[in-house]
Every structure is written in structure tokens, then in C-alpha cells.
């Protein structure tokens, strides 16, 4: 059977352009009602774009789907899960996709680049999925994409406000997998490389055409449905390549105690070691 959203109604933020757009257009061409959430400002939080969330609209009605714009930013996240509650009476599906960049040198990064980076991403995607919970728990029923990056799980050169924010998501994820669980909300993070507004500046051109958003799309689709069962995962995705990320812990080394700065100095080396046994802890549990 193809992975269908009949009847069910998703939220996608910073959907106006990119990745988000994508997620709205595929989930809503698989019968989803769709909420296309956009501040409507460029990246440089200056000019307004809104009629570039007017257009998904657009697009998705042209298509025979149904969909609605929302202009609320993320910060306010209850005004978002209202409208759609509003609208179309539930919600199955809360993308957290919304997004800025303020790229500097730690060194040269401002606290206003810092805030407004960590602003967007986390508080946004807190906002938004604290409106959404208590309305999931209610229905038994919610699929919630968390968006990390790349540079969130192993760090990026003049990114450490971006990369912060993002490896602050995988956190979030996987605890609100294991919150989630008994009502049956699965909450999921990816880690896209694509090609979009936000990544043509950093991006040889070429890179930019072959990891399309569209080539994304799929799989997020496939997270926010009914045949997925996983939650808690890190997934980087990108090009037409999927895969899944996870923690690796070396067998370590284990010391007489009270040991000494002296005694971690001598077995550095043995610390550091990944060639022999490994572990893959998921849990509080396996730490």
C-alpha cells in the first residue's frame, strides 16, 4: 500500500521555500491538510516574502490539495497549532523545519547572531512541539520531525551558534521519543544536505543541483506516517542517499581508583582506541 495521509493534518514551518516547501507539496499531494507556516522574511530577517507562502498554497490547491498559510513566527508556536486546530479540528504532523543563518568566527560572532540562531531553532521548534504535545496525547496519536544538520552532529568552522542549535535538537528528539511513546507520538530528527536558499551560500553550485530538497522529501514523508514505527532516530539524508546515525562508545579503560591525571595521561592512548570492542548505546540506561 503507498504511504498515504488521508484525513490527517500536518504543520510545516519555514514552508515558503526549500526543504519545507517540499514537505508541504508531497505530504499534501498524499491527501494531507497542510498548514504552511512562514515568518515571510528573507534570511537576512530583513525584506517580507510572504507571497512565497501564498504560492505553496497556491501550488498545493492547484493540485487538488488542501491547504491554508500561517504567518505566526515559531516563537509563538500556540498561535500556529491554533490556527490549524481552527482550520482542519487536529493535528497528526508537526515538521519543526524553520530556520536562519548567521554564520561568523566564534571570535567575530555577535550575541545578537548567537540569540537569534539558537532563538529560531530551538525555542521555535520547543515552541511549537510544547503547543502541539498536550493535542497529540489527546488523539493517541502524532508524528514530529525534529531538523538537525551535519554541522550539529560533527561541528562546522564559523557555524557554532548554528551547530549548537542543531545538536541541541538531537537531544530534544530522542527525549521526546521516549516521552512520547506510550501515546503513540514519534518523534524523529534528520540531518538534510540539500540545496536551498539557506545552503547556497556555503555550497559549490553543482552540490547545490544534485542535492535537491525534493530528494529529501521522501523520507521525512516517510517518518511523519503511519507505517513508520521508529522514533528517537537520527537519520542524514540527501542526493538520494539515506542513513542512519548513532553513538559508538569504545570498550574504555578502567582505572584503580583515586586515579591521577598522571594515570589518564599513560592510558590516553588506550582511551582513544575504537579498534576493539564497541558498544552503541541508545539510552540513559546503556550509559
Known amino acids: 500500500m503507498p504511504v498515504r495521509f ?22 499534501a ?26 504560492q505553496v498554497v497556491a ?14 513566527s515559531v516563537l509563538d508556536g500556540q498561535k500556529i497549532i491554533d490556527h490549524a486546530l481552527s482550520l482542519f479540528g487536529r493535528v497528526d504532523i508537526l515538521i519543526n523545519n524553520a530556520g536562519v543563518l548567521r554564520d561568523a568566527s566564534f571570535m567575530k560572532m555577535t550575541h545578537q547572531d548567537w540569540n537569534l540562531v539558537l ?52 537531544g530534544f528528539a530522542k527525549t521526546l521519543a521516549f516521552e512520547g511513546a506510550k501515546k503513540n507520538i514519534l518523534v524523529n530528527c534528520i540531518a538534510p544536505l540539500a540545496g536551498t536558499r539557506m545552503t547556497a ?20 514523508a516517510f517518518l511523519c506516517s503511519k507505517d513508520c514505527r521508529d522514533s528517537g532516530q537520527v537519520l542524514e539524508v540527501g542526493a538520494g542517499w539515506v542513513a542512519s546515525v548513532r553513538w559508538q562508545r569504545n570498550i574504555g579503560h578502567s582505572f584503580a581508583t583515586p586515579l591521577s591525571p598522571d594515570d589518564i595521561a599513560r592510558e590516553w592512548r588506550h582511551i582513544r582506541d575504537f579498534s576493539g570492542e564497541v558498544a552503541y548505546p541508545a539510552s540513559l540506561q546503556d550509559s
Not at 493534518?9 to 508541504?24: D, H, K, Q, S
Not at 501550488?59 to 505566526?72: K, V
Open 6 to 27: 488521508d484525513g490527517q493534518v500536518a504543520i510545516v514551518t519555514g514552508a515558503g521555500g526549500g526543504l519545507g516547501r517540499e514537505y508541504a507539496l508531497l505530504l
Open 119 to 170: 532563538d529560531v531553532h530551538v525555542r521555535g521548534a520547543y515552541a511549537c512541539t510544547k503547543a502541539a504535545w498536550p493535542v497529540m496525547q489527546k488523539q493517541n496519536y502524532g508524528r514530529i520531525i525534529m531538523t538537525a544538520s551535519a554541522a550539529g552532529l560533527y561541528g562546522n568552522f564559523g557555524q557554532a551558534n548554528y551547530s549548537t542549535a542543531k545538536s541541541a535538537l538531537v
Open 59 to 72: 501550488d498545493i490547491r492547484a493540485r487538488g490539495g488542501e491547504a491554508a498559510a500561517d504567518y505566526n
Open 29 to 54: 499531494a498524499r491527501g494531507a491538510k497542510v498548514l504552511v507556516n512562514d515568518v515571510g522574511v528573507a534570511l537576512s530577517g530583513a525584506a517580507s516574502e510572504s507571497a512565497k507562502t501564498d
Open 201 to 220: 551560500t556555503v555550497l559549490p553550485p553543482d552540490l547545490v543541483e544534485a542535492m535537491k530538497p525534493e530528494f529529501v522529501a521522501p523520507l521525512v
